[in-house]
């Protein structure tokens, strides 16, 4: 099955600042996925990337907020923007995996903002 | 929309006891349903997906339409059983996935 890195594993990051997080992936993909899970709760899908075009973002989720590079076929970033507490979470990128017919998950980012 | 709940956060059972994880859905269309486990300090992985019927582990999960469940079921539970188990359905291939709450399986000894 596809093997993600995701980087960094953990951040702690000021207030009104940012963080990039970066996903590779080791084949190549069409789409990826960006999740968020916040304490306590589930994971809540941000964004598709797909090459070669804009992202699509899920309903209260705004480019502007979590801008998504998406350069090839095995590379992603996210970018955590303007970052408050509120922002604190943990971030994972997921492909779906063909030979496994499933999703395959990064190790995530765990962002706490001070 | 589609909607994946899960009824209990958390679980706790004996080891070698029955443990049953519910997990019921609504979707108007045909899913794919997947349970993923995480382990303490591990990524998020896949467990089983309906479409394979397989056994993992020792868990099945069946799809029932009738009740729009897919619970997650093994017959004698171990201690590194203990893990966050997420219900989740996808509306095809590679399509969006929408995760339950998840629940907490504490298997004690």
């Known amino acids: 099955s596809a093997v993600i890195s995701q980087k960094p594993s953990r951040d702690i990051c000021q207030r009104g600042t940012s963080l990039t997080i970066q996903c590779q992936v080791d084949?190549?993909?069409?789409?990826m996925f960006w999740y968020r899970q916040q304490p306590g709760q589930s994971l809540t899908l941000i964004a598709t990337?797909?090459?070669?075009?804009?992202?699509?973002?899920e309903s209260g989720f705004v480019i502007d907020k979590f801008p998504i590079s998406r350069p090839n076929l095995t590379f992603s970033t996210l970018t955590v923007s303007n970052l408050s507490p509120e922002d604190s979470s943990i971030y994972l990128c997921?492909?779906?995996?063909?030979?496994?017919?499933?999703?395959?998950f990064g190790s995530g980012t765990r962002l706490t903002v001070v | 929309a589609q909607r994946v709940t899960q009824p209990e956060k958390l679980l706790s059972v004996f080891k070698g006891a029955p443990v049953e994880l519910k997990c019921n859905y609504s979707?108007?269309?045909?899913?794919?349903l997947f349970w993923y486990v995480q382990y303490s300090r591990q990524r998020l992985q896949l467990l089983l997906r309906?479409?394979s019927r397989e056994s993992i582990k020792g868990f099945t999960a069946d799809l029932n339409k009738g009740e729009t469940s897919f619970h997650l079921k093994k017959p004698f539970a171990q201690e590194e059983d203990s893990a966050m188990y997420y219900c989740a359905l996808s509306e095809g291939y590679g399509q969006n996935f929408v995760f339950g709450p998840g629940t907490r399986l504490s298997v004690l000894p």
């Open positions: 990337a797909n090459q070669g075009s804009e992202a699509t973002y």
């Open positions: 997921s492909v779906w995996d063909r030979t496994s017919y499933g999703y395959t």
């Open positions: 979707y108007s269309g045909s899913p794919e």
């Open positions: 309906h479409i």
């Open positions: 084949s190549q993909v069409t789409m």
